[in-house]
């Protein structure tokens, strides 16, 4: 199984990204996936989850603006990121856990069984 994020990029305060996962290798519709970030300096956290029918949860940090969606024709997730603040500054992840997660697990890094390479969003006050 491979990850490929893409979709970061430098954009300024109140700006919008999408950010995409790529998998190979999976049928996402089977599999619980979610984002999490790396700010510089920071421990890496979560940001949002999906589970494999469906739910979402999202850190309290980006409840409101941020969407995590999967589109499963093209095995895809996704991460719509709107209103970006600069905190919001970080190297962002995706995640596969193979089958299904209760809702707490998907808050944990440790649940997830592929990792992807990570891309960058800066965004400038």
């Known amino acids: 199984v491979q990850l490929q994020a893409s979709g970061g990029g430098l954009v300024q305060t109140g700006a919008s990204l999408r950010l995409s996962c790529l998998a190979s290798?999976?049928?996402?519709?089977?599999?619980?996936m979610a984002w999490f970030r790396q700010a510089p300096g920071k421990e890496r956290e979560f940001v949002a989850g999906l589970r494999r029918r469906t739910s979402t949860s999202y850190s309290d940090s980006v409840k409101g603006r941020f969407t995590i969606s999967r589109d499963n024709a093209k095995n895809t997730v996704y991460l719509q990121m709107n209103s970006l603040k600069p905190e919001d500054t970080a190297v962002y992840y995706c995640a596969l856990r193979i089958g299904d997660l209760i809702l707490s697990a998907l808050w944990t890094e440790h649940s997830y069984d592929y990792w992807g390479q990570g891309t960058l969003v800066t965004v400038s006050s």
């Open positions: 290798g999976r049928t996402l519709s089977t599999d619980s």
